[in-house]
């Protein structure tokens, strides 16, 4: 596998783009609610800024998949705080995601279809032929428990935090366990899969 690969898999995973565009409206969320202790001012800013954010990227011209996404996920992370008056709400999506990815990655993990192979396989020109290959399906199969570890291990440490409405702690959490893990558990992935040969299929 080559380079060409390796950011092919980092761009299926999420990218860097898709992170900064939903963690640094939550930075500013957790900045202006410790300035301001206004929770509807706080949420207003990130929503402002993801809007801000996703309107640069049409600019340039580039991809608009992660700044949509953002978007959409700073809105409802608004019109839920806005609706509870809750600051601790702001993260409570992501609690919700971050428990959906983890039981996809495990169940498909289980059934012997890693989503990561579902994902990588035909942007890596394999297909689901790798299924067939026992060593390729392994390498799709180890990386997957790594994600199912980086999405519950979010939960195991945050869903107490906000339970206890420590927004502080919360927000911080978010942001440690947000683009450090990814870009070490991405990194994991790429160093897993690298060590088997992408399964292509045989030309008839």
Known sequence: MNQDDKHTILNALGGKKGLFDSAVPALLFLIIFNISKEVSTAALSALALSGIITLIRIAKREKLQSAISGVLGVAICYLITRSTGKAEDFYLPGLFINAGYGLLYLATNLAGWPIIGVVLGPLLGEDFHWRKVKERKRVYQLAGWLWVALFFSRLIVQYPLYKSGNVNALGTARLLMG???????????????????????PVE
């Open 179 to 201: 683009y450090p893990l990814f870009i070490a558990t991405a990194w994991g992935t790429w160093m897993i899969i690298k060590q088997q040969p992408v399964a292509r299929k």
